[in-house]
């Protein structure tokens, strides 16, 4: 690809991805070879246990996760659950149908870890940390790996995936906010 369409496109990502919310967030995508790793982070002022029950709110998660059409709980085992989601990676002209069916372990109030195991997606590991700051403050770490099952244009991936991260991470934090000022002092 010429590297003008290249930083054409880049551009446009730019544009496109979501603007923060009034927390701070930070998120990097990187691709090698089929794999992108995306991570993800947000500092926030909100109670802890309000953000735990956000990210773990997985029968719910379609509700306010965009380009997500369906999240539910098939399994619960403890700390041990298989998720199934739906939804679309979707980018200018670009929109694959993904599934995903995640086996998921939760250390409470501290990580979730999520690892697919069927689906369209070959290979995905991801994992939501929480931690509580001396500021007072919350920090929500998002890590993630994924090998697609199905072809994303070389040049655009890294863009469609970090769009599609960051407008998720975004959603999250929001929703995490909106709970914890709906609960009051």
């Avoid at 009034?22 to 500092?43: K, Y």
Wanted: hydrophobic letters at 40%; proline letters at 6%; one cysteine or more.
């Amino acid at each position: 690809m010429k590297p003008r369409v290249r930083t054409v496109l880049m551009m446009l990502c730019g544009a496109l991805c979501v603007h923060a919310s009034p927390s701070t967030q930070q998120i990097e995508a990187d691709g090698h070879g089929e794999s992108i790793s995306v991570t993800a982070s947000a500092e926030m002022l909100v109670d802890p246990h309000t953000a735990w029950k956000v990210i773990t709110d997985y029968d719910h998660l379609a509700e306010f996760i965009p380009s997500m059409r369906s999240s539910r709980v098939v399994r619960r085992d403890a700390d041990r659950l298989l998720v199934e989601q739906t939804g679309e990676f979707s980018f200018l002209f670009f929109r694959q149908p993904v599934e995903a069916k995640l086996a998921v372990v939760e250390s409470p109030e501290r990580w979730v870890a999520a690892r697919a195991v069927g689906g369209n997606l070959r290979e995905m590991d991801g994992r939501y940390t929480l931690e509580s700051l001396p500021s007072g403050a919350v920090r929500l770490s998002y890590s993630g790996r994924l090998v697609p099952d199905f072809a994303i244009p070389p040049v655009i991936g890294k863009m469609v995936v970090r769009n599609l991260v960051a407008n998720q991470f975004d959603a999250m934090v929001r929703e995490i906010e909106r709970r914890d000022a709906q609960k009051g002092p």
